[in-house]
């Protein structure tokens, strides 16, 4: 894409607009705007948008940059991409030539045709259900309670059991890499080093298909029809494709999304099954972790929407590792975990069907904070008799709590647990504080604050290097070098980094140090208005300069003072002659 047209679009974008359809941003000062950051947890807003600079920084994690990078972040595309989504939510007309590399117009085409080929695929397994091969399938699908309308609200379909009709079906659509490319088919490799002829992934099985945040299909998960060794795993899945990232997706966010938004929570289930079923039964904020445990990645996504969720999984039953893991890391990124726990062990599916959706409801209303469940769960695996199952008890207990990353919530966790585990020796609760402190709540560290002269060249040396206050400020920088050298260190640094950046890049970005960001940032955010002018800057350089000559002058008074009473004359008088030059070089800058 040509980079004039992604600086018209810089121009026309409002990144506060942008932004905002992500975050919920509250006006703070003149050109600021706060919210939750999208790119890390957090319960109070660090993330910041500057209007006037059309910048966003998170004060909390450092992500930082314009709107292009924000989009490129929050969608996980390329920067041409992201040029292009802006264009168009902004209406501007796209140019026709539209990526700037090769590599990325290809790339590009790729990404495109995957979509159209999975969406063609999903079409004809939604056929293939429908034809009397399908009727088998149908059966399954009826016999777990699902209406017509429900599959077809989901798309789900039957893949048949021919290894080469697919192939057949897409073969006019696309070549065969790319077919290839896409995840839909399976290729044995050759004894002379040939990938192999292409035969279909999926056989004999009902599909699911996955689809990404926007509801475009991008992957599927067949099930088995049959049991057994012939008829492989249960649930087979497509590949990762470079349109399929598995950690980075959750099932059925494209149509949890609003619901989620709106009800300010999520519903985790395992099963893409259960998923549908609740969903289909009015549960609509549902989401499917697809029983592997949550990535960072998901947990970031899922935050975007809401910290709140309610986990429809049991924790410790046997082979929920993934369940305990996902709300673990659940848990650390300070979100309020609610667990619910289905009468009879049954999952969501099943409970669903036996009970009908008011009671599954109910089910949802009793989920029970994490903490409270988990004490629980200590009470009944080591019920508190004895000394020793109290201790086995509180070991049991001791990783969740530490796991808190706020300091009130973990000490509350640890004198419920010593109070509900009828502990009172005050060794024990001496050790469940100490465990509860030992996680400190992240202060971030304030660094100490910017005198006027520092912000003023700094926000010189951020302006475009054709500027006047620019080439006035780098100038003297160069010029007066020993005497920037004794001006505070960081500030120092960032000036020296911002001077050499290329030219119109991004002055936050060009800082390799996130607290040298946070600074900076802090200088856009707390300074209003225009630019300083060229007086200003001028007098911000003099005083820099100043307070490094008196401090340079008071060293010298006192290594003078030292070889007086020594009575090194040399030394006194080349001493003397220094001071008489700096108090020279001061009344100079006056
Ligand atoms: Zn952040």
Redesign the pocket.
Known sequence: MPDNFAQTVKQQADILKIVGEYVRLKKAGAQNYTGL?P??SEKTP??SVNVSRQFYY?F??H?TGDVFSFIQKIENVSFPEAVKAVAVKCGIPLPKREFSSPEEAAEGRLRTKLIELHEITTAWFEQQLRSPEGALAREYLTGRGLSDEGIAKFRIGYAPESFHALRERLQSVADTETLRASGLFSFKPQEDGSPGPLYSRFRKRITFPIANESGRIIAFTARALESGEKAGPKYLNSPETSLYTKGNILFNLDKARQPIREANFAVLVEGQMDCISAYLAGITNVLATSGTAFTEAQVRLLSRYTKRVIVNFDPDTAGANAAEKSIALLTEEDFEVKVVALEGGLDPDRYIRERGAKEYMAALRGARRIQDYLIDRARQLFPPRTPESKIKALNFLLPHIRRMPNRIARDEFASDAAQKLGIDSALVREELKEAASKRRDSISAQASPLTRAEQILLQAFSSPQKSEIFRVAEAALRQHESDFAKMRADVHAMLNQLGARSEGSDPIQSLTEPAHRTLLARVFVSVHGADPDVSHVEEAIATIRRTSLEQQQRQLRAELQTAERNGSTDEVLMLTRQIHDLAKRLRDLD
Do not use: I, K, N, V
Request: with cysteine; hydrophobic share 20%; glycine share 12%.
């Open positions: 950051c790119f890390h660090s993330f998170c909390g994690c992500e």
